[in-house]
Nanobody
């Protein structure tokens, strides 16, 4: 059974940084792409970023390009998201979720997300 645990969120001021982590288990982590998704207060789930199984290819939603960086450590079964130059509109619950395949073009399996980690950007 797929199990992921997100961590690293917090309350920060605009312009500051955070590093989110996602510890994965229950599947062969190195064989699947992974994703970060988020949910702002009162809104639906939004895909943020994806990475292929090897960590070579990445994709981002336009609103975070140049500010967020997704990465992974297959030896540790861990996914990361570095959040720089944070804005109030980045506030929300952040989740990681497994992809259906190895590529960044594989579909996101939203149902595999964990409990999430809260990111709040406020002055």
């Amino acid at each position: 059974e797929v199990h992921v645990v997100e961590s690293g969120g917090g309350l920060v001021q605009p312009g500051e940084s955070l590093r989110l982590s996602c510890a994965a288990s229950g599947f062969t982590f190195s064989s699947y792409g992974m994703n970060w998704i988020r949910q702002a207060p009162g809104k639906g789930l939004e895909w943020v970023s994806s990475i292929d199984s090897n960590g070579f290819y990445t994709h981002y939603v336009d609103s975070v390009k140049g500010r967020f960086t997704i990465s992974r450590d297959n030896a540790k079964n861990t996914l990361y998201l570095q959040l720089n130059s944070l804005k109030p509109e980045d506030t929300g619950m952040y989740y990681c979720a497994k992809s259906s395949g190895a590529s960044t073009y594989s579909s996101t399996e939203y149902h595999t997300r964990g409990q999430g980690t809260q990111v709040t950007v406020s002055s």
